[in-house]
């Protein structure tokens, strides 16, 4: 199952890639071309990863809404809890409670899928809507 699950998301992410639209740059005013296409990205990357889960918009689904997330935990926590939260869960207190406080089995583990880079993204488009 967890196979299937990493395929399609694998898919969704190779699918996103070649429909990626090149053509927005100047169509932000007030952003500059590489903010508005990195927040898309961002977007593409949350909806194709996370959205099945968590809302940015305050209500729960089957996990917390990620909504001001950036005011609950550093950046640096965040990207080290979405890659592996079992394996950093060892070396950090915090990660460590909330893993035993949640009833939910674990968290997807995104370190094979997404690089830092690619989970920055994600977490500055949540804030660009969490403002
Ligand atoms: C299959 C469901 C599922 C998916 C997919 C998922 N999460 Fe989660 N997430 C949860 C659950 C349930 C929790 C709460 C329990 C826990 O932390 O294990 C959680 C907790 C979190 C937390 C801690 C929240 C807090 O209030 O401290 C963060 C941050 C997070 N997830 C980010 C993400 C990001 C970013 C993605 C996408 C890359 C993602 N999650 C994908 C279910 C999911």
Redo the contacts with the bound molecule.
Sequence with gaps: MKNI?VLSTLCCILLFAFTEPNSNFSSHKGNTGNDSLELKRGEK??TS??????SINNSK??????FE?EK??ERVW?IN??KN?EKFSKIDK??HK??E????????N?EEF?SDNE?SL??KY?KSKSE
């Design positions: 699950f990357l949350f990863n996370c959205s099945l889960c968590h689904l089957i996990g917390p809404t990620l997330i609950k935990h965040l809890y979405i939260d915090t990660a909330k893993r406080q949640s009833s939910f089995v674990d968290h997807q995104f997404l989970i994600i977490l949540i």
